[in-house]
């Protein structure tokens, strides 16, 4: 994804915190992943402004500072969502339908995966085996597993979330 289609989200963001934690790494070369895991846990992703801020006071290119952003899942440059929703297409999950999950979820959110809906109620991820293929095809809500998920369940638990 190039840097220019990162979400444009309308809010300020207060660099202040970030200028904390940015004085706390001043004397650290290359100590990019750990500043961006902190911003990450300010503002629960990883806005352009933010990113851009932190290229600057860290004297690196801001392609650089978005190369390791995109380049580890841990990091996200959208905003969250209240709610997570994780469907796993590892290879136990995909042969069990995890594809016809993520299409019927991606319909019923009106999003792709990856995303979150406009009004942030719901995040989409896809991931690649929780470890509980036995109860393929697994899904984790809001941090509890859910398995043996059929298309349409998947699509009424993420219609109950508020
Ligand atoms: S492949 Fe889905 S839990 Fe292992």
Redesign the pocket.
């Known amino acids: 994804m190039p840097l220019q289609e990162v979400v444009e989200v309308n809010e300020s963001v207060d660099l202040a915190p970030l200028d904390k934690v940015l004085d706390e790494y001043a004397s650290e070369r290359g100590a990019v992943i750990p500043v961006l895991q902190r911003a990450q846990e300010i503002y629960g992703y990883l806005p352009k402004e933010v990113l851009k801020h932190i290229a600057k006071r860290m004297n690196v290119p801001v392609s650089q500072v978005y190369g390791v952003a995109t380049f580890y899942a841990q990091f996200s440059m959208m905003p969250k969502g209240r709610h997570t929703v994780e469907i796993?297409d590892?290879?136990?999950?995909h042969v069990r339908g995890a594809a016809q999950i993520i299409k019927v979820l991606e319909q019923e959110l009106g999003i792709k995966a990856g995303e979150t809906t406009p009004d942030r109620r719901v995040t989409l991820r896809v991931v690649?085996?929780?470890?509980?293929?036995a109860?393929?095809?697994?899904a984790v809500l809001d941090g509890q597993i859910v398995g043996r998920l059929v298309p349409d369940k998947a699509a009424r638990l993420v219609r109950e979330l508020e």
């Open positions: 796993c590892g290879t136990a999950c690649f085996c929780l470890g509980s293929c109860l393929a095809p697994v």
